[in-house]
């Protein structure tokens, strides 16, 4: 696999997220967490989303509870999200991160980054037009940090 348009994802109402669908576009993933101290970056996240959505930016939330700080259902996720942080932006059904069972998608960007499992919720990957890592960012670094990231990517 040579870029992320080989993978799929399910959304959380079950609907397919074919990641082919995203070719032309620069894509944010992250894994999320609900009940983390970091969740009020999904109020960046979806600012950045909404500033340059028009321009070719996706965000795709991958929730998880590999460090247990995820609520257990979907929906209560999918409502927090919405409620507290006013997303909008397609989340998935949860994943893991880290381990045999890990979700293919993190392997993979996991293996392109170089450095190695996620430590942490809020692990950015900012994946270019050609469905390519461009840049894997800490869970502290906040969304507004990436913003002349993702202008750089945008204009090519």
């Given at each position: 696999?040579?870029?992320?348009?080989?993978?799929?994802?399910?959304?959380?109402?079950?609907?397919?997220?074919?990641?082919?669908?995203?070719?032309?576009?620069?894509?944010?993933?992250?894994?999320?967490?609900?009940?983390?101290?970091?969740?009020?970056?999904?109020?960046?996240?979806?600012?950045?989303y909404q500033t340059?959505?028009?321009?070719?930016?996706?965000?795709?939330?991958?929730?998880?509870?590999?460090?247990?700080?995820?609520?257990?259902?979907?929906?209560?996720?999918?409502?927090?999200?919405?409620?507290?942080?006013?997303?909008t932006f397609p989340?998935?059904?949860?994943?893991?991160?880290?381990?045999?069972?890990a979700d293919p998608?993190?392997?993979?960007?996991?293996?392109?980054?170089?450095?190695?499992?996620?430590?942490?919720?809020?692990?950015?990957?900012?994946?270019?037009?050609?469905?390519?890592?461009?840049?894997?960012?800490?869970?502290?670094?906040?969304?507004?940090?990436?913003?002349?990231?993702?202008?750089?990517?945008?204009?090519?």
């Open positions: 696999m040579t870029n992320i348009y080989d993978f799929s994802e399910t959304e959380m109402g079950g609907q397919k997220i074919d990641l082919k669908d995203y070719q032309d576009k620069v894509v944010i993933i992250v894994n999320t967490a609900s009940k983390c101290g970091l969740a009020p970056q999904l109020e960046g996240l979806e600012q950045l340059y959505r028009d321009q070719g930016l996706e965000v795709l939330g991958l929730p998880s509870n590999q460090f247990h700080q995820e609520l257990e259902d979907e929906d209560e996720i999918s409502d927090y999200c919405q409620v507290h942080y006013g997303v989340m998935t059904k949860k994943v893991r991160l880290n381990g045999d069972d998608l993190f392997k993979y960007l996991k293996d392109e980054s170089g450095h190695g499992n996620i430590k942490w919720n809020y692990t950015k990957f900012l994946v270019g037009r050609n469905g390519e890592l461009l840049h894997r960012y800490a869970p502290t670094t906040k969304p507004e940090k990436m913003v002349a990231a993702i202008e750089d990517a945008l204009q090519q």
